[in-house]
């Protein structure tokens, strides 16, 4: 239990704005508790005055009974409300902190994780952790009124009582077991679904390559594996359900076989009173759903424990490190960049990536790396906008190490082109307001404008409101760049990095994008990282990296001259 209370006491910080909430759900099942013992006390009562014909004191206890039933109809129905007002906010409240702590986990550390791991803990557990304070209410409020009866019942007669504890013991046993056995295979279940979550995430999104790698049937199989493996955990966990749940029902069937014969002989040779045998009667179904309660309290407490910790090692977890920033805040960046003997390897990759690479970029510079793939072009850009840490070394902006930076700072003033852009799901118009959310529809067209995609987008049914599917699905890879391409314009951020951004465009759509960039020069810092020479020859400098290091830098004509490497690739592009 005091794993439970941790737990607890850590989705209470959540979530503690609805304890008014809380409370009026809680008094309302109260009352509904206290109802709950009255009525079957007034409805043995009934059975007494009927067989008496006592029908004025009939008539009243019925009248009592409408009215007690009626009033818990009432507590009910405001008892629902609030319970599903608290489980809806506290839904939203989890889900929101839990997303918000995993967009701040390392990228080396995503990079080690499937997204199941992360869509079943932001989907299953937070729902599971909604869910604690509706359970918790309901299992011990019911717990509490079987056990009110159960004391009722050893003043009317200590035998039966006795009797009745020693069966409850035995159906506890059987179902204490159940639950402790359901938690470990919950446990292996749950582990086996995120597997499934992130297969069939990478399913979906590469659907595409897939059917032109005629690769359907091998994802088929391989889904169809783990699909079986996941149910057959989820079965193993239902066996386990099933088999204690029978033998815990024969039990129960025992125990009223058992309770009825106990109160006939109690009636005809102790002199137990026919009345106090139907008040005895009419509870013991409440008595025996004291384990029921107990068991379900135990299980949602088990069940919460095990979300908590899911959700808890992202949050607060060594599993799931977080992004660190600095506290220094720049409000105006002029665009200055330095790399000083960095040196980068990803994870357990003991290959450097970059080996004390040095070099300088100034304010409203138009700089250009190129080099084979490998070289580590891509990563300049991931350490600029702090995407990964250095191993050593230091990167600066305006002078000042990023590290002491905030994160408004470094990448509120970056923008990031790819050669592979992620495209959300949504509109044309909402990808371009993701970026800047007052964007005015002057601003939006300028952008697309700029980025040769306002034609394109106005040649669709809906325009600016076309969906473009999960992951800019009706796009081709061109227009996919263009979208992206003008989200950087959007940002107008004073730093812009290409990576690779004109790679899928027409010789046309590139020739207009870097009249668009030659038009940006001078007024943004602009870095561009290439496999194409002929994109770069007009950068104010170009920056050959072979083997994570800046071999030589100058410009077009410079490098031809004095870099056999530059020359030797520039050759091998012309020729093509």
Same mark, same amino acid.
């Given at each position: 239990?005091?794993?439970?209370?941790?737990?607890?006491?850590?989705?209470?910080?959540?979530?503690?704005?609805?304890?008014?909430?809380?409370?009026?759900?809680?008094?309302?099942?109260?009352?509904?508790?206290?109802?709950?013992?009255?009525?079957?006390?007034?409805?043995?009562?009934?059975?007494?005055?009927?067989?008496?014909?006592?029908?004025?004191?009939?008539?009243?206890?019925?009248?009592?009974?409408?009215?007690?039933?009626?009033?818990?109809?009432?507590?009910?129905?405001?008892?629902?409300?609030?319970?599903?007002?608290?489980?809806?906010?506290?839904?939203?409240?989890?889900?929101?902190?839990?997303?918000?702590?995993?967009?701040?986990?390392?990228?080396?550390?995503?990079?080690?994780?499937?997204?199941?791991?992360?869509?079943?803990?932001?989907?299953?557990?937070?729902?599971?952790? #909604?869910? +604690?304070?509706?359970?918790?209410?309901?299992? =011990?409020?019911? *717990? &509490?009124?079987? $056990?009110?009866? /159960?004391?009722?019942?050893?003043?009317?007669?200590?035998?039966?009582?006795?009797?009745?504890?020693?069966?409850?013991?035995?159906?506890?046993?059987?179902?204490?077991?159940?639950?402790?056995?359901?938690?470990?295979?919950?446990?292996?279940?749950?582990?086996?679904?995120?597997?499934?979550?992130?297969?069939?995430?990478?399913?979906?999104?590469?659907?595409?390559?897939?059917?032109?790698?005629?690769?359907?049937?091998?994802?088929?199989?391989?889904?169809?594996?783990?699909?079986?493996?996941?149910?057959?955990?989820?079965?193993?966990?239902?066996?386990?359900?099933?088999?204690?749940?029978?033998?815990?029902?024969?039990?129960?069937?025992?125990?009223?076989?058992?309770?009825?014969?106990?109160?006939?002989?109690?009636?005809?040779?102790?002199?137990?009173?026919?009345?106090? #045998?139907? +008040?005895?009667?009419?509870?013991?179904?409440? =008595?025996?759903? *004291? &384990?029921?309660? $107990?068991?379900? /309290?135990?299980?949602?407490?088990?069940?919460?424990?095990?979300?908590?910790?899911?959700?808890?090692?992202?949050?607060?977890?060594?599993?799931?490190?977080?992004?660190?920033?600095?506290?220094?805040?720049?409000?105006?960046?002029?665009?200055?960049?330095?790399?000083?003997?960095?040196?980068?390897?990803?994870?357990?990759?003991?290959?450097?990536?970059?080996?004390?690479?040095?070099?300088?970029?100034?304010?409203?510079?138009?700089?250009?790396?190129?080099?084979?793939?490998?070289?580590?072009?891509?990563?300049?850009?991931?350490?600029?906008?702090?995407?990964?840490?250095?191993?050593?070394?230091?990167?600066?902006?305006?002078?000042?190490?990023?590290?002491?930076?905030?994160?408004?700072?470094?990448?509120?003033?970056?923008?990031?082109?790819?050669?592979?852009?992620?495209?959300?799901?949504?509109?044309?118009?909402?990808?371009?307001?993701?970026?800047?959310?007052?964007?005015?529809?002057?601003?939006?067209?300028?952008?697309?404008?700029?980025?040769?995609?306002?034609?394109?987008?106005?040649?669709?049914?809906?325009?600016?409101?076309?969906?473009?599917?999960?992951?800019?699905?009706?796009?081709?890879?061109?227009?996919?760049?263009?979208?992206?391409?003008?989200?950087?314009?959007?940002?107008?951020?004073?730093?812009?990095?290409?990576?690779?951004?004109?790679?899928?465009?027409?010789?046309?759509?590139?020739?207009?994008?870097?009249?668009?960039?030659?038009?940006?020069?001078?007024?943004?810092?602009?870095?561009?990282?290439?496999?194409?020479?002929?994109?770069?020859?007009?950068?104010?400098?170009?920056?050959?990296?072979?083997?994570?290091?800046?071999?030589?830098?100058?410009?077009?004509?410079?490098?031809?001259?004095?870099?056999?490497?530059?020359?030797?690739?520039?050759?091998?592009?012309?020729?093509?």
């Amino acid at each position: 239990m005091k794993e439970f209370w941790f737990y607890l006491k850590f989705i209470w910080t959540y979530v503690r704005e609805l304890k008014r909430n809380l409370i009026i759900y809680v008094c309302t099942h109260i009352i509904r508790v206290i109802i709950s013992i009255i009525v079957p006390i007034l409805s043995a009562q009934a059975i007494i005055h009927l067989t008496s014909n006592a029908w004025e004191q009939l008539i009243l206890v019925a009248i009592v009974m409408y009215l007690l039933e009626n009033a818990r109809n009432v507590m009910h129905y405001f008892g629902n409300y609030n319970a599903q007002y608290l489980y809806r906010e506290s839904f939203i409240r989890l889900q929101t902190a839990l997303g918000r702590q995993i967009v701040q986990i390392e990228n080396e550390c995503m990079d080690s994780h499937s997204s199941g791991v992360f869509i079943q803990r932001l989907t299953n557990d937070t729902s599971k952790l #909604a869910d +604690i304070f509706f359970l918790l209410n309901r299992s =011990i409020a019911n *717990i &509490i009124t079987d $056990v009110g009866i /159960l004391i009722a019942v050893f003043f009317l007669n200590k035998i039966v009582f006795i009797y009745i504890v020693s069966m409850l013991l035995i159906v506890y046993a059987v179902d204490s077991t159940r639950v402790q056995k359901r938690g470990e295979k919950d446990k292996i279940f749950r582990e086996k679904n995120e597997k499934v979550s992130g297969f069939v995430g990478e399913l979906v999104r590469g659907i595409r390559d897939i059917k032109m790698l005629n690769a359907e049937d091998s994802f088929m199989k391989e889904l169809h594996f783990k699909v079986r493996d996941v149910n057959g955990a989820r079965y193993d966990m239902g066996d386990v359900d099933r088999r204690y749940v029978f033998l815990r029902d024969l039990f129960y069937d025992l125990w009223d076989l058992l309770l009825i014969l106990l109160l006939v002989f109690l009636v005809t040779h102790n002199g137990l009173a026919v009345a106090t #045998a139907l +008040i005895i009667y009419n509870y013991s179904g409440r =008595i025996g759903s *004291i &384990i029921s309660g $107990v068991s379900t /309290l135990l299980e949602g407490v088990k069940d919460f424990n095990l979300s908590a910790s899911r959700v808890y090692a992202i949050i607060e977890g060594e599993e799931f490190p977080k992004e660190k920033f600095g506290t220094m805040h720049l409000d105006n960046i002029e665009g200055n960049f330095e790399f000083k003997n960095v040196t980068f390897h990803y994870g357990s990759d003991k290959k450097k990536v970059l080996n004390k690479i040095n070099f300088k970029v100034n304010a409203n510079e138009t700089v250009a790396f190129v080099g084979k793939s490998g070289a580590g072009k891509t990563t300049i850009f991931s350490l600029l906008c702090k995407m990964y840490d250095v191993d050593s070394g230091h990167i600066t902006i305006d002078g000042v190490d990023i590290k002491r930076l905030d994160k408004e700072s470094i990448r509120g003033n970056i923008t990031i082109i790819s050669q592979n852009p992620y495209i959300f799901h949504m509109s044309i118009r909402d990808n371009l307001r993701l970026m800047k959310e007052n964007l005015t529809e002057d601003e939006m067209v300028e952008a697309c404008k700029l980025a040769s995609f306002h034609d394109f987008v106005m040649k669709l049914p809906d325009g600016y409101d076309t969906v473009v599917g999960e992951g800019g699905v009706s796009l081709s890879g061109g227009q996919k760049q263009r979208l992206a391409i003008a989200r950087a314009f959007v940002q107008k951020t004073e730093i812009i990095l290409m990576d690779e951004a004109t790679s899928a465009l027409d010789n046309e759509t590139q020739s207009n994008i870097q009249k668009a960039i030659e038009n940006m020069k001078k007024e943004y810092t602009i870095l561009i990282v290439a496999h194409r020479l002929s994109t770069v020859v007009n950068s104010d400098r170009i920056l050959f990296v072979k083997d994570g290091k800046i071999l030589a830098e100058g410009s077009h004509k410079e490098l031809l001259k004095t870099c056999s490497d530059y020359r030797s690739l520039y050759e091998t592009e012309m020729e093509k």
